[in-house]
């Protein structure tokens, strides 16, 4: 059991784990930052895709704190970029 939470646009293009030994920070943080709270059933995501826009993405980097942990920010750069880069105007964050 854990949170496997992957962002596409037409392929994958970011990849978060987060298994049932992480300490509850670590797996709430990145539905905290995404306010996406209601995608996270405890063990694992509810296994539903959310549109995320750029500006979701921009606030959520705004959230960062210095504690949060290296792979979560990068998971959100890697969004940030694809999207920046091909000039899409979201993503689907799936939440498994």
């Known amino acids: 059991m854990g949170h496997d939470i992957t962002a596409y646009e037409v392929k994958e293009i970011a990849y978060l784990r987060r298994n049932i030994f992480c300490d509850n920070e670590s797996k709430n943080r990145i539905y905290e930052l995404l306010d996406a709270n209601n995608f996270?059933?405890?063990?694992?995501?509810?296994?539903?895709?959310?549109?995320i826009y750029?500006?979701?993405?921009?606030?959520?980097?705004?959230?960062?704190?210095s504690e949060d942990k290296k792979d979560i920010i990068e998971f959100l750069n890697n969004c940030y970029d694809s999207l920046i880069e091909k000039k899409n105007d979201f993503i689907l964050i799936w939440f498994n």
Do not use: P, Q, W, Y
């Open 40 to 51: 996270n059933m405890g063990v694992s995501g509810n296994g539903e895709f959310l549109t």
């Open 54 to 65: 750029l500006i979701d993405i921009k606030k959520a980097l705004v959230k960062i704190r």
